[in-house]
């Protein structure tokens, strides 16, 4: 190793050696290190967690929820940390069915306002117009009237124009 030859040397200081040095040199790998050398080939295992194939699931059935930021450091879960924690959740209390598990988990996230699916979100109203509550002319106050008006974009521009069309 060339630090050792530089070390006895004298031509490195022993206060300039490298921060592995002290490791390396306590526990030397069983062959040295040297570019022609050819490597060794063996079976690599795959490691699978339970929770893999849980997510593996969620993503291939919901797709990515977009973004995931890692130098986030809120303590808060993922969505897909989230489905996976309320499936083995689900798993341990019950006897269902793979399929029936991801049903219920996904039904429980929901439970607690994480929709999933595009298609299972509540639907949203869209309206160009506003619902307002006014005083009819002549009265002050709606507690006893109860009549709702409904404004207009639309209506709101032309009057901010000075009554000219857009």
């Known amino acids: 190793m060339r630090a050792t030859g530089l070390l006895k040397s004298g031509a490195m200081k022993p ?8 490791i390396y ?18 079976e690599i295992k795959q490691i699978f967690y339970p929770e893999d194939v ?5 993503y291939r059935k919901y797709g990515s ?39 219920e988990a996904a039904l429980a996230l929901e439970a607690r306002g994480f929709y999933l699916g595009h298609s299972r979100h ?3 109203v869209n309206h160009p117009e ?5 005083p009819e002319e002549g009265g002050s106050s ?4 109860g009549k709702i008006s409904q404004v207009r974009l639309a209506d709101v521009f032309k009057e901010s124009q000075g009554g000219e069309k857009l």
């Open 25 to 42: 040199e306590a526990f030397p790998p069983r062959y040295e290190p040297h570019y022609d050398r050819s490597p060794v080939i063996k």
């Open 142 to 145: 709606l507690a006893g009237q």
């Open 15 to 22: 206060q300039d050696k490298p921060l592995w040095y002290d």
């Open 65 to 103: 929820p977009g973004i995931i930021s890692l130098s986030d450091t809120s303590p808060r879960s993922s969505l897909c940390q989230l489905f996976v924690a309320e499936y083995k959740h689900l798993q341990a209390d019950s006897s269902l069915t793979e399929d029936r598990l991801m049903e």
């Open 130 to 134: 506003i619902t307002t509550l006014e």
């Open 122 to 124: 509540p639907p949203k």
């Open 54 to 58: 849980i997510r593996g699931k969620f």
